[in-house]
C-alpha cells in the first residue's frame, strides 16, 4: 500500500506521514516513481510506536429519564425546563454529528434544513 491508504489506516494525512518519515530518516521501501511502499505490518508498527490512538472516553449522559409528564403539561415552568433540555440535547447531538463530520437534515414546522442551508 502506498503512502495515502498507509496515513488513512494510522489517522493522520498523507503529507504529515511523508515529512514524518524524511524528518526521522525512517527506512521505508521506495517503489515506482519514488512513492513510499508499506505492508500491513509496517504500518501498524509504525501506529503503535509513533502515533499511538487516545481513545477519548464520552461522558455519560443519562437521556433514558422520561420526557414532559402529561399532568406537567399545564406548568409553565416545567414545560420551559422540558423545552431547556430538549435544546441541550439538540446541541449534544450537534456537536457529536460535527466531531463525527456528519450531518442530519432537520425538520421544522416552517423549512427544512439541511447541511447549514435553507432549501
Do not use: C, W
Request: hydrophobic letters at 40%.
Amino acid at each position: 500500500m502506498f503512502a495515502n491508504d498507509a496515513a488513512k489506516i494510522i489517522g493522520i494525512k498523507p503529507q504529515v506521514l511523508r515529512k514524518f518519515l524524511r524528518n526521522h530518516n525512517i527506512d521505508a521501501t521506495r517503489g515506482k516513481a519514488a512513492r513510499y511502499e508499506f505492508t500491513m505490518e509496517e504500518v501498524l508498527a509504525l501506529r503503535d510506536r509513533f502515533f499511538p490512538q487516545e481513545v477519548k472516553e464520552a461522558p455519560y449522559v443519562d437521556d433514558s429519564a422520561p420526557g414532559l409528564p402529561i399532568e406537567s403539561l399545564t406548568d409553565p415552568a416545567q414545560r420551559q425546563a422540558f423545552r431547556e433540555l430538549r435544546r441541550a440535547r439538540n446541541a449534544r447531538l450537534q456537536e457529536q454529528m460535527y466531531a463525527a463530520r456528519m450531518t442530519l437534515p432537520q425538520m421544522s414546522n416552517e423549512v427544512l434544513v439541511a447541511t447549514g442551508r435553507i432549501l
